[in-house]
């Protein structure tokens, strides 16, 4: 990994990125490993451009998938479930919205072939409606969790309860194979998985606050750890249901970056900066992290660094194409806040 790391775009680099116009930006990203595969394909459009980038990603997730000890599969695999969780996401939102898409087209079948389980969502885009495919959920280790959402969907008529859910399943997943390691794996392999849930949990409860909505139900679905960090606090905050009292507790706790995107809310009320600084905020725990490991942490975390770097590409993209301003456009790049 750490040869692997060297690899990775610096501060500096996205500096230099983010102030190019489009035609310069994918020239310049040509020369960076994870732009090989733009190579044959520069004058592709931004969402063709975004689909190569992001195989880069999954070349990632099939080495460390392919060399990784038998010991470590299991958990390895748990964390690659989170991209069979994307894919389904993506079908719930699309039949939500009752677009004219075909399933089959939206989805990305790699990671299904990587865990094997291509039948499975093949079984899922042929779902006429929401409510079809729910019940093949239902039918599915899924189904837990979607009988929770399901509830909430149909008080709210919103798809974010089942968005979360489904992550839900794959948070518990990673902390149930991560208890498995071997004792001196086990510990780096719990602070990843910690930090993982953190961040989710902190995004769902300030997201529900902020869209005044009530989710206590599909938080029960998440178990919290004994030694989980700030773990008080966390549990006060899914109990107040008020995005002000959140935000001032996140304030006595959070990172400088958490801080600074509450203060950047506080002016212009978008959510958005929240979002972005906890992610940041998530990234500088990781780095740090990656460098004071050389087992299982060190591989987890190059993976989230090479993952939010992509995420930060593809964002970059469309923002460069439709001539988004610089300035702000550094306010929504994780890796540069």
Same mark, same amino acid.
Do not use: C
């Given at each position: 990994m750490r040869g692997q790391y060297a690899k990775l775009l610096s501060q500096e680099d996205f500096e230099n990125l983010i102030n190019k116009p489009y035609? @310069?930006?994918?020239?310049? @990203?040509?020369?960076?490993?994870?732009?090989?595969?733009?190579?044959?394909? =520069?004058?592709?459009?931004?969402?063709?451009?975004?689909?190569?980038?992001t195989a880069s990603l999954l070349d990632q997730y099939m080495f460390i998938l392919k060399y990784s000890p038998k010991w470590s599969k299991e958990f390895f695999e748990a964390?690659?479930?989170?991209?069979?969780?994307?894919?389904?996401?993506?079908?719930?939102?699309?039949?939500?919205?009752?677009?004219? *898409?075909?399933?089959?087209?939206?989805?990305?079948?790699? =990671?299904?072939?990587m865990l094997g389980r291509t039948a499975f969502i093949s079984k899922?885009?042929?779902?006429?409606? %929401?409510?079809?495919? %729910?019940?093949? %959920?239902?039918?599915?280790?899924?189904?837990?969790?979607?009988? *929770?959402?399901?509830?909430?969907?149909?008080?709210?008529?919103?798809?974010? =309860?089942?968005?979360?859910?489904i992550e839900a399943f794959y948070l518990k997943k990673m902390i149930s194979e991560a208890e498995k390691l071997k004792l001196n794996q086990r510990k780096g392999a719990m602070i990843f998985v910690k930090n993982e849930l953190l961040t989710n949990l902190l995004l769902v409860i300030l997201k529900a606050d902020f869209v005044e909505v009530d989710i206590q139900e599909a938080l029960q679905l998440v178990p919290i750890p004994d030694e989980? =960090?700030?773990?008080?606090?966390?549990?006060?905050?899914?109990?107040?249901?008020?995005?002000?009292?959140?935000?001032?507790?996140l304030k006595t706790f959070a990172s400088n970056k958490i801080s600074k995107g509450i203060d950047m809310y506080l002016e212009d009320k978008m959510f958005l900066h929240i979002e972005?600084? *906890?992610?940041?905020?998530?990234?500088?725990? *990781?780095?740090?992290?990656f460098h004071s490991d050389f087992g299982i942490l060190s591989i987890m975390c190059y993976l989230k660094m090479y993952e939010s770097q992509i995420q930060d590409l593809n964002k970059l993209l469309y923002l460069k194409e439709y001539k988004f301003p610089v300035e702000k456009t550094k306010e929504l790049v994780v890796n540069l806040v």
């Open positions: 035609e @310069l930006f994918i020239q310049d @990203l040509l020369s960076f490993e994870m732009g090989e595969k733009l190579k044959d394909h =520069p004058d592709y459009q931004s969402h063709q451009l975004e689909k190569l980038l964390y690659t479930t989170k991209l069979e969780v994307m894919n389904i996401q993506r079908i719930i939102r699309y039949l939500f919205s009752k677009a004219k *898409v075909d399933l089959r087209e939206v989805i990305n079948l790699r =990671p299904q072939e899922l885009i042929l779902a006429k409606d %929401l409510a079809e495919l %729910l019940d093949l %959920l239902k039918e599915t280790e899924y189904g837990k969790e979607i009988e *929770v959402a399901e509830k909430m969907y149909s008080k709210i008529n919103d798809i974010w =309860p089942l968005e979360f859910a989980f =960090p700030f773990r008080k606090q966390i549990l006060k905050m899914m109990k107040d249901n008020d995005l002000k009292s959140d935000l001032d507790l972005i600084a *906890v992610r940041a905020s998530e990234l500088e725990i *990781v780095r740090k992290a």
